[in-house]
Every structure is written in structure tokens, then in C-alpha cells.
């Protein structure tokens, strides 16, 4: 059965405390894994894909990575604004295009 | 204006009762899904479509259905609600890179 688990499940950090959050997959065959970021009350918004191990894509504070096993999603001298849940989805081979995804870690930067 | 809309926000109604939820969308895409999400369980797929003669089940479809009027409307009915339906539900649309686009969601309360 193909699973996906996010940790931690909530983190709190100190603005520019650096951090990651990390994504787990046990999945029949990878077609890409997603990152979104979902602010209270409003829905996910897209922030990356990956598709193979070694990839890096990056966006302001933030870098996701990818091996075979798992994802992080570092964060760097994160800023209040970065509160926001952030969740990781994958898409499997012979499953079509609907994403799995995970139950999300919850992130709150302080000032 | 949002890309993906959903009609009603919110919506408290009778168990038992028939209840329409509506998505359209401006993106021209093909591809259009409803999820639910639930603390502590996340986003669960519920039915996705790739065109206008495409249905799928997902993850949790029974109770559900739906209808894909046109490419750009996709309608989620719960036939005869009940309390466990309660949830925030969300629309969403890919592209041919399978990046999702939300719209804002629907919370419903069945009573």
C-alpha cells in the first residue's frame, strides 16, 4: 500500500532558526512528489515537484530534495510569514494523476 | 478572480438531506478532483475526472457522487448527508505536469 508520512507533525521555530521537514514514501513507483504550502482556511497552494533522487528545486527560504526514500523541505532563517501548514504528496506510477498525500507538519516562526 | 471556484463557502444542513457542492474553473484545464480534509487525517481523494466522459473513484467515494458538466464544471453531491460527512472540502484542477490548483474550499456541517 503506497503511504506517505510527514514529520514532524508541528514545529516551532524562532525567525532565522533554520530547519527541515521531512516526507517519507512508500509508494509501488514514483511519478513525482509535491510540496504545497496551505495557509489557514484557504487551500494548498503549489510550491514544488520532484521527480527523481538527487533532485533540488528551490524558492526564496525554501529547498526541497529528494531521494528514493524521502523528501525534506528545508527552511532557512525562516520569517513569520512562513507560517503555514506544509504538505508533501505523491503521484504513482499506474494510479493516474491524483495525488496521495500526507497529513502535513504544521509550522509556526516566531518573532 | 480566483482560478478555481467553489460555491457554496460554508453550508450547515440536515442529515439526510441532498446537497450539491460546486467547482468551476478558468484555467482550462482538463483534470479536476474533490478532496475532503479532516484534522489529523489530511487530504483524501474522493472522485477525480480527466474530461468531460471521465469519472474515477477515489480513496473515499462511497456517499459521494459527482458530475462533470463541462470541462470547466465539476459537481460533488452527498445524496443523503450524515454527521461524518462533515469536513472541509476542496475542488482542485491539474495541469499536464500534475501541479494541483486549489480552490478556497467548501466547510460543511451536516447536523
Known amino acids: 500500500e503506497d503511504q506517505v508520512t510527514q514529520s514532524p507533525e508541528a514545529l516551532r521555530l524562532q525567525e532565522g532558526e533554520s530547519s527541515s521537514l521531512n516526507c517519507s514514501y512508500t509508494v509501488s513507483g514514483l511519478r513525482g512528489l509535491f510540496w504545497y504550502r496551505q495557509d489557514p482556511g484557504k487551500g494548498p497552494e503549489f510550491l514544488f515537484t520532484?521527480?527523481?533522487a538527487g533532485e533540488e528545486k528551490e524558492k526564496e527560504r525554501l529547498k526541497a530534495t529528494l531521494t528514493k526514500k524521502e523528501s525534506f523541505l528545508h527552511i532557512t532563517a525562516p520569517k513569520p510569514e512562513d507560517s503555514a501548514t506544509y504538505l508533501c504528496a505523491v503521484q504513482v506510477v499506474g494510479s493516474g494523476y491524483a495525488l496521495n498525500f500526507g497529513k502535513g507538519t504544521s509550522l509556526l516562526v516566531t518573532p | 478572480d480566483a482560478d478555481v471556484t467553489q460555491t457554496p463557502r460554508n453550508r450547515i444542513t440536515k442529515t439526510g438531506k441532498r446537497i450539491m457542492l460546486e467547482c468551476s474553473q478558468t484555467?482550462?484545464?482538463?483534470?479536476m478532483y474533490w478532496y475532503r480534509q479532516d484534522p489529523g487525517l489530511g487530504l483524501r481523494l474522493i472522485y477525480y475526472s480527466f474530461d468531460v466522459k471521465d469519472i474515477n473513484k477515489g480513496e473515499i467515494s462511497d456517499g459521494y457522487s459527482v458530475s462533470r458538466q463541462a470541462q470547466a464544471k465539476f459537481s460533488l453531491s452527498l445524496e443523503s448527508a450524515i454527521p461524518n460527512q462533515t469536513a472541509l472540502y476542496f475542488c482542485?484542477?491539474?495541469?499536464?505536469?500534475?501541479?494541483?490548483?486549489f480552490g478556497q474550499g467548501t466547510r460543511l456541517t451536516v447536523v
Open positions: 520532484l521527480y527523481s
Open positions: 482542485a484542477t491539474s495541469d499536464l505536469e500534475s501541479r494541483a490548483f
Open positions: 484555467k482550462g484545464h482538463d483534470r
